[in-house]
């Protein structure tokens, strides 16, 4: 099972929530940690977790968790609701890049994702499912790349694909029925050809028994 998998069943399921989408990160600038924070627990790897509620009216939150060196759990960090994020920003427009900000009300984080795909997935899904779910108040979303806003252009393009199969498929039966549909007329043919060999045949052999 994968993380992003493992997170949703660990993390989100418990609470009667869908993740919707998730990306690995790590932070572009340290944090600055208070002089009498002591007893950190070591590496770990954070994701930040998009998740909407099962029950109406549905609920969007974005959520950090964190699963530290030795352990297998995933450990929910900290959550905003989807009202509380003030903005996104793509870093650049003009082309793919991990990097990204996220600005709540009470917090400001800048982070890169573990590659520039995952980065433009988490940044589409969310742009789409806050034009779903958030008819009133919507966070914007700045520098990031036109193709990313077009909400369903994951979607467009795995259509795009299965149609794509679906008429390639489509041509090669026609033209197996075609090259078929020759075969027969040739078998026809020869089947003609034969009856009349066979009939010229017996014509002669009864001419010659008279």
């Known amino acids: 099972m994968s993380s992003k998998s493992t997170i949703n069943k660990e993390v989100f399921t418990p609470n009667d929530e869908k993740m919707l989408a998730a990306v690995q990160v790590k932070r572009r600038t340290k944090k600055k940690i208070p002089f009498l924070a002591t007893g950190g627990q070591g590496d770990y790897m954070t994701f930040i977790c998009l998740s909407v509620t099962n029950r109406k009216p549905s609920q969007l939150s974005i959520t950090k968790v964190k699963q530290f060196e030795g352990s297998s759990a995933f450990t929910k960090r900290s959550m905003w609701t989807i009202d509380q994020l003030q903005q996104i ?122």
Not at 143 to 171: E, F, R, W, Y
Not at 199 to 205: D, E, G, N
């Open 89 to 210: 920003n793509g870093i650049d427009p003009n082309r793919d890049c991990p990097e990204f900000d996220l600005t709540f009300d009470n917090a400001f984080d800048q982070w890169a994702a573990s590659s520039a795909g995952e980065k433009c997935t988490f940044v589409q899904i969310l742009h789409h499912t806050c034009q779903r779910y958030t008819p009133n108040k919507k966070p914007e979303f700045v520098n990031c790349q036109a193709k990313l806003m077009g909400g369903n252009s994951i979607l467009h393009t795995a259509a795009d694909s299965v149609t794509s199969a679906v008429q390639k498929a489509s041509q090669a039966l026609n033209e197996r029925g075609e090259r078929l549909g020759r075969a027969e007329d040739k078998t026809a043919d020869m089947m003609n050809s034969s009856e009349q060999f066979a009939v010229t045949a017996h014509k002669l052999a009864m001419k010659h028994k008279c």
